[in-house]
């Protein structure tokens, strides 16, 4: 599960100021692979082979202004990436100019969270409005040979204290009880709430961003992931109950939420829900692809009702990027074994997903390159790292020399992505 922190006023401005002052871009690398012996070219079989990476709006600075994008962009080119999942939907606000997001929540786009209080995106209020990050990425990146697959980060979920979930408490499905803590899901150090899968309303908002999405941008795709999803305590509100026993001839839910009946029958309808998005997204813009990035099956299912393997099987599902975050190389080796991990490779492009680092967590580069390489080796079709910043940060007793160095080696000479 992408874990996500507040980023502090002062590490944004010390991030800007790095960028805006050349120092993250003086990472050392011409472009030209000229510099010192050509690097190995990667042992994946296949010419083709997915480069990519997230960028985030918190702890990170890449989306704020369009010097940032054009500087991120053109490193990333440079080490020959060939993809970007950049997020347009985050703490309950887009991140390009909505007037479907205006309508709903009052907003019509919001760059980063700063909530202050009531709720306001105070950050957001006193900047530019005609900003339209998503613009600039698309423009920056197609330029460089990138595609950009927008990344609906939040999915059905929001902060508590956002305008959209105060705005819409109708929206908002809960756990058992009455109590308002039954709405609340607390995901790292952030109270959160859940938008209902299954209310109509919820739909229709979230189909009409995809397609406003769609039609408003040329983009290469859109991808999902975990969070388009329930947790498995969730479905108790009002509308959901009443439409369960529509269902089932007057019957309740059980009690206990993870009653094997309980689960199918809400997966199912998450599943449904995912064929409407895709059908959005092909009506808009039929080369679009639908990826979705989430956790390994057995997790997805178990813990957030999301049957991605079924979403695979019945062909929403066109590029997989599994989130196999683990810190040493044995478990991710064992994880890459996953059965519905294996099968999906059989169908189409199947990417791993390899955690590059948190805030205050650098990751060594040394087991980011033994995990591409193990991906590489058991045969799938390439890597996504989460996220941007934490590419370049320094784990103990590395040097920028030694972290740029094998980065430059991992890809050693430019692919295109792996094609459905």
Not at 55 to 72: I, M, P, Y
Not at 78 to 102: C, E, K
Not at 197 to 214: D, K, R, S
Not at 318 to 325: A, C, H, P, S, W
């Amino acid at each position: 599960m992408k874990q996500l922190r507040y980023l502090a006023v002062a590490g944004l401005t010390a991030l800007l100021l790095c960028i805006h002052q050349g120092q993250l871009g003086a990472i050392p690398f011409n472009g030209t692979g000229s510099e010192g012996p050509t690097p190995a070219a990667p042992t994946g079989s296949g010419a083709s082979e997915i480069r990519g990476v997230w960028l985030t709006n918190v702890d990170s600075a890449v989306l704020f202004s369009r010097a940032a994008v054009e500087q991120t962009l053109q490193q990333l080119a440079n080490y020959r990436f060939n993809t970007i999942y950049p997020t347009v939907w985050s703490w309950g606000y887009t991140l390009y100019p909505s007037s479907v997001a205006a309508q709903a929540i009052g907003y019509s786009q919001g760059l980063y969270p700063d909530f202050d209080a009531t709720g306001r995106n105070v950050a957001w209020e006193n900047a530019q409005s005609d900003h339209d990050a998503l613009q600039e990425v698309i423009t920056s990146a197609h330029a460089h040979n990138l595609s950009v697959i927008p990344w609906f980060e939040f999915g059905f979920m929001a902060p508590a204290v956002s305008p959209l979930a105060q705005r819409h408490p109708n929206w908002l499905t809960q756990k058992q009880g009455n109590l308002p803590e039954a709405r609340f899901h607390q995901e790292g150090e952030h109270t959160r709430v859940w938008l209902n899968p299954f209310h109509p309303e919820v739909q229709q908002f979230l189909l009409e961003l995809i397609g406003e999405l769609m039609e408003n941008y040329e983009v290469d795709g859109l991808q999902l992931d975990d969070h388009f999803s329930l947790p498995v305590e969730f479905g108790y509100d009002p509308y959901t109950v009443s439409l369960y026993r529509q269902e089932h001839d007057g019957r309740w839910p059980p009690t206990n939420p993870r009653n094997a009946e309980w689960m199918r029958w809400r997966a199912d309808k998450i599943t449904a829900f995912v064929g409407r998005v895709f059908q959005v997204i092909k009506a808009r813009r039929p080369t679009a692809i639908l990826s979705v990035s989430p956790n390994p099956a057995h997790f997805a299912y178990g813990r957030f009702l999301q049957d991605w393997p079924r979403w695979q099987q019945i062909g929403y599902v066109e590029e997989l990027i599994v989130q196999v975050y683990r810190d040493n190389l044995d478990t991710f080796r064992q994880t890459l074994r996953d059965r519905e991990i294996q099968r999906s490779r059989d169908h189409i492009p199947t990417g791993v997903g390899i955690m590059a680092g948190l805030r205050h967590q650098p990751v060594s580069m040394s087991l980011i390159q033994q995990q591409v390489q193990a991906a590489r080796d058991m045969g799938f079709d390439g890597v996504s790292f989460f996220f941007y910043e934490t590419l370049w940060q320094l784990a103990p007793g590395e040097t920028m020399a030694d972290r740029t160095g094998t980065l430059r080696q991992l890809f050693g000479r430019s692919r295109s992505r792996a094609q459905i």
